[in-house]
T-cell receptor, first 109, second 118 residues
């Protein structure tokens, strides 16, 4: 079993829809949770950083962490074609990150 | 966050040769890491580049195959040695400890080096 599981998709939604991306994990030592966005042929870009459980909002993006269920989510409101990318979850107990495989998202105009 | 550049951005190499990838940061950073991203797979940490000492390698990666240097707090190199087609991948450097206002383990990535081995 992988430490971090992420549905690879692909996921296609119409413009303006709410997108929900999710990861599950098995290592209870993880305390730090991140979401990265990666456009084609680019490096990953840090979108959200969360410590421990709870919600964090930044513009159209909301990150949720439920440590009791070992489950994290990223919600994108009012999705735009520019949100089309691969989204990677990552988590850490310290300095090193463990990544999910990424979900490829396409927003259809 | 820091501005990170990598050279080369891409290369096509012959089997048995070696390629050195450079990672340059525009400010001093605490930690530098090297990752591999193979098609359809997650990012895999190769090693942590330690300034002034030997890199710390993850399970499955060895210094003879992936020698790493980090001569100062803004620069690191990764060499992929004696390449085979299985080494075809994207190689990424990342940094953390870029600013006192950020969490110590917030990692920022360079643009990557796309390597194809024939």
């Amino acid at each position: 079993q992988k430490e971090v599981e992420q549905d690879p998709g692909p996921l296609s939604v119409p413009e303006g829809a709410i997108v929900s991306l999710n990861c599950t994990y098995s290592n209870s030592a993880f305390q730090y949770f991140m979401w990265y966005r990666q456009y084609s042929r680019k490096g990953p870009e840090l979108l959200m950083y969360t410590y421990s459980s709870g919600n964090k909002e930044d513009g159209r993006f909301t990150a949720q962490v439920d440590k009791s269920s070992k489950y994290i989510s990223l919600f994108i409101r009012d999705s735009q074609p520019s949100d089309s990318a691969t989204y990677l979850c990552a988590m850490s107990a310290g300095e090193k990150l463990t990544f999910g495989t990424g979900t490829r998202l396409t927003i259809i105009p | 966050s820091a501005v990170i550049s990598q050279k080369p951005s891409r290369d096509i190499c012959q089997r048995g040769t070696s390629l050195t990838i450079q990672c340059q940061v525009d400010s001093q950073v605490t930690m530098m890491f090297w990752y591999r991203q193979q098609p359809g797979q997650s990012l895999t940490l190769i090693a942590t580049a330690n300034q002034g000492s030997e890199a710390t390698y993850e399970s499955g990666f060895v210094i003879d195959k992936f020698p790493i240097s980090r001569p100062n707090l803004t620069f690191s190199t990764l060499t992929v040695s004696n390449m085979s087609p299985e080494d075809s991948s994207i190689y990424l450097c990342s940094v953390s400890g870029t600013s006192p206002s950020l969490a110590y383990n917030e990692q920022f990535f360079g643009p990557g080096t796309r390597l194809t081995v024939l």
